[in-house]
Structure formats: structure tokens, C-alpha cells
């Protein structure tokens, strides 16, 4: 599904040379790349604030505890994500909402938000799947109109443009309340092990995130907040420094991927190819199709066979998750998630597939599908 080791072998003396002056000066917590770091990407986001963190879930707690929430509060989210999303809100003692995805786009869209609104509401939680932006123009509109904070879950955004109506751009995780991001190794831009951060323009909540993140302390071994342990090792932030130069590039080259498959799936009647927004470019953190009137599963087994990987992002709804049955819902609540699940497949999307290797995916695709 990656190529992690192709990407890293193209920046070989960089990344080396990065990490060797980490271990030469023994800066290993809080070296003087996590700062560097830091302002990298908030100039390369347009954003105030960025703060580092140890992982993309601890990202999504510590936005969750800066913004004061309390148990019984009900966050709205999607029903069609990955776990940490749904599983920081019911760590904290706060309600998951969730609701239903748009067939065509896997995200959250503002009607299925406003619906739920009650009002115990307090947050949104837009997660921008795949690599592509959820409606951010209307869903801060309806977080105005009923006074709600945002919380933007950007792990598989970074770097993706958001476009308002007007035509000004802004980056994912950037537009909320709070933006939240992973590193993680296979993200579009990922460390060598775990990393995250949040993002914000407000100056008091940045403080706020910033002392959560180190123990709920400003000054030294005073606790005025209970917080949590959450850094970027120096070694990692070394790496992103590195990496980042290279995001631009790396979004580029995951479109150009993603134009081939549409290309070769355009007159594949049991194929449809992910719709491409308006409102967002898709930097493709996923190459996620619709697999219809077609044996899915079968499919994938298939591709295994010819040494292809293919993967199912997501194969059980969160309502459906055994651990979140005290929510109460039933099969059958969230008819599109639901569907969803029986028939998306995800195809090998990385910044170093090159012609030869999407043709050899793609024609032995064909070849299941006419059989
Ligand atoms: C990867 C991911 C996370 C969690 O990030 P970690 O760094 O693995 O903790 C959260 N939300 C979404 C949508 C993700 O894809």
C-alpha cells in the first residue's frame, strides 16, 4: 500500500544528516529541531500556532480537554472514520454523535450534522477522509449559528486546500476551533515512528494546548491543569523538517497516481472512481473506490494473489464497533456507512508508484472485474 522505503531512499543523505545531528547533540526531548519544526509549519500553514504533539489521537484528546468540554456534552461526528476519532470523545466521558456519511464524498455533510443538534451539543468533529476536506464554509456556519466549537481531524489532510465560495484558499486543520494532525509513518507527511500536532489561531487556546500537552504546567512543577505527557521526539521533528520541504511534491505526485486509476477506470461500469469536490483539491491519502454488482472481497483476494495489497478503510462502521454498543444504536441507523463498508476497496497510493506499476494494478483489476 506504501513504499516507505523508496521514499525515504530518495532523501537518503538529508534524513541521515538530520537525525545523526540530533544524536551528535543529545537533544533528544524537546531539541531545538521540534521548534524549528514548529514554525516550519506554521508559515507552511498560514497558521498562528502550531503545537507538536506525540501522536494524532493525543492530538484529538488534547483539543478536546483545551476546549473545556464536560462529561454528558455530545460531540457530533462521523460514523465512518478511523477509531481514534469516536474513541477520545468516549475516553473523556463526552457523548459521540455520530452521523452518517455522503455516499459520493465518505464525509460528513452539514445537513446530516444539523440534525443532531441538540441541545447538550457542544462540538463538531469534521474528519477530512481520505485526503479531502469536508465542507468547512457550511459547517462553520452552523457552528456560528449554534455556537459550537470545531475540531477539525486532519490525519489524512495534511496539506490539502480548502476553497471557499469566493475562491480564497485555506489549508485543512486550519479553518476550526483547533486542527488536529498525524505523522504517522504512512500519512502524507509522516515520521519514522508516532507524531502529531494540533493547530490554532487563538492565541489563549494555543497557551491552553501547549500546557495540557506537558503535564497541565506552564511555569515548572506547577500543575494548573491536569494534562498529559504528549511530545514530538526531537528525532522525529528533525525527520518532518526534512520531509515537509518535500510535502508539496509528495501531495503531487499521490494526484498523479490518482489520475491514472480514474483514467483507466473511467469506462469500468462495477467501478466508481472517488468524486473530487468542489470546495477541496484531494491530496489522496486514500485512492478509495465503490466496488458495485461485484464480488469485493473477492476482488481483493485476487489482487493479494498477483502481489497487489489492497485494503478495506473501513470494514465495520463505529456504531457497530462491539466497544460502542453502550451508544445504543442498531444495524441498520446509518444505512450509507453501513454500505460503505461492504463496498469500498483502497488501492496502493504512494508518492513513488510509477506507470509500469499502476498499469500492472490496474489491468489485473480489469481483468477480475470482465472475468
Ligand atoms: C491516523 C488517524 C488518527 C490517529 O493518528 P495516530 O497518530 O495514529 O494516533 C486520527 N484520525 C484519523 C482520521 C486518522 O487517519
Redesign the pocket.
Known amino acids: 500500500m506504501v513504499d516507505l522505503k523508496g521514499q525515504y531512499l530518495q532523501i537518503k543523505q538529508d534524513l541521515d544528516a538530520a537525525i545523526q545531528e540530533v544524536i551528535d547533540n543529545s537533544e533528544f526531548i524537546n531539541g531545538s529541531a521540534v521548534k524549528v519544526f514548529q514554525k516550519n509549519l506554521e508559515q507552511y500553514l498560514s497558521v498562528k500556532h502550531v503545537i507538536p504533539c506525540?501522536?494524532?489521537?493525543?492530538?484529538?484528546q488534547i483539543a478536546m480537554m483545551a476546549l473545556g468540554l464536560k462529561p454528558g456534552d455530545e460531540i457530533i461526528t462521523t460514523n465512518f472514520?478511523?477509531?481514534?476519532?469516536v474513541e477520545v470523545i468516549a475516553m473523556l466521558g463526552l457523548k459521540p454523535v455520530l452521523a452518517d456519511v455522503d455516499e459520493n464524498t465518505f464525509l460528513l455533510s452539514p445537513e446530516s450534522i444539523e440534525k443532531l443538534i441538540t441541545s447538550k451539543t457542544k462540538a463538531i468533529v469534521p474528519?477530512?477522509?481520505f485526503g479531502q476536506c469536508c465542507d468547512m464554509e457550511q459547517i462553520m456556519k452552523l457552528a456560528n449559528k449554534y455556537e459550537l466549537f470545531v475540531i477539525e481531524?486532519s490525519?489524512?489532510a495534511m496539506g490539502a486546500d480548502f476553497q471557499y465560495n469566493d475562491g480564497t484558499l485555506q489549508k485543512a486543520g486550519t479553518i476550526g476551533d483547533i486542527g488536529?494532525?498525524?505523522?504517522?509513518p504512512s500519512?502524507n507527511l509522516g515520521c519514522f515512528g508516532?507524531?502529531?500536532a494540533l493547530f490554532t489561531n487563538n492565541d489563549e487556546l494555543a497557551l491552553m494546548i501547549r500546557s495540557i500537552a506537558n503535564h497541565g504546567m506552564k511555569v515548572r512543577y506547577y500543575h494548573d491543569h491536569i494534562g498529559i505527557n504528549s511530545r514530538l521526539d526531537t528525532i522525529q521533528a528533525a525527520i518532518l523538517n526534512v520531509k515537509l520541504k518535500n510535502l508539496e511534491h509528495y501531495n503531487t505526485a499521490r494526484q498523479k497516481a490518482a489520475d491514472y486509476y480514474d483514467r483507466a477506470f473511467q469506462n469500468e461500469q462495477k467501478i466508481k472512481i472517488p468524486l473530487r469536490v468542489s470546495y477541496s483539491n484531494h491530496i489522496f491519502?486514500q485512492y478509495t473506490v465503490i466496488i458495485k454488482d461485484a464480488d469485493r472481497d473477492g476482488l481483493k483476494n485476487f489482487l493479494q494473489s498477483k502481489g497487489i495489497p489492497a485494503m478495506v478503510y473501513y470494514p465495520v462502521t463505529m456504531h457497530l464497533q462491539h466497544a460502542y454498543q453502550y451508544l445504543g444504536y442498531r444495524q441498520g441507523d446509518f444505512p450509507v456507512s453501513e454500505f460503505l463498508c461492504k463496498s469500498v476497496l483502497s488501492l496502493p497510493m504512494h508518492t513513488e508508484l510509477d506507470n509500469q506499476q499502476l498499469e500492472y494494478i490496474t489491468s489485473t483489476i480489469t481483468e477480475f472485474l470482465s472475468k
Open positions: 506525540a501522536n494524532g489521537t493525543d492530538a484529538l472514520t478511523f477509531i481514534a476519532t474528519v477530512h477522509l481531524d490525519a489524512q488536529c494532525t498525524s505523522f504517522f500519512k508516532d507524531g502529531g491519502h
